[in-house]
């Protein structure tokens, strides 16, 4: 993680400024560092506390699908050809799951219904309530807060709640 928001910030604001092959040599270099440092990492260390960036804590074994998530997302945030349609299965599926999580811990988004197309749907709050519908990738784009395509709902799509 990173010592503060603003370094965080910081990091991403120089980090835009940089050329492709910048970006993944750095990206090469950052995955080689903590590939090392999980393959090193005792047994027993996975389950040590670590503090995200929402300040919650979580097992370090954890912080293997938050790279996940972040790896993927970020893709599509370089907007340099990457889509949610790209991403497998499982990912798109694990990364609504979490955002639902994030929504219910936080108490936002209780009269959401999602409607992903082919399977049951999930509300998020005790009943009923707004339906947003689409294809997984279209409703995990807008989940994630990247927007509201392909997706609809009964009227104006709603803005997404914020999960993280």
Known sequence: ??????????????????????????FDHTVARLDEKWRHLP???WAA???????RTVPAAETVWMRTREVWIHAVDL??????????GV???SL???IIEAWRRKGLGADLVLEV??????????????????PLPALVRWAAGR???????????????RWL
């Open 49 to 55: 506390p670590v503090r995200t960036a929402q300040g």
């Open 79 to 88: 907007d340099n050809g990457a889509h949610f349609g790209d991403f497998p």
């Open 43 to 45: 047994e027993s260390r």
């Open 117 to 134: 197309t082919g399977a049951e749907p999930v509300a998020v709050g005790d009943g009923g309530g707004l339906p947003v519908r689409g």
């Open 147 to 161: 927007g509201a395509v392909d997706v609809s709902s009964d009227g104006e799509v709603p803005l997404a709640p």
């Open 91 to 93: 990912v798109l599926e």
């Open 1 to 26: 993680m990173y010592p503060s928001a603003d370094h965080r910030d910081r990091e991403i604001k120089e980090g835009a400024t940089l050329s492709a092959a910048a970006l993944r040599n750095l």
């Open 96 to 98: 609504l799951a979490d």
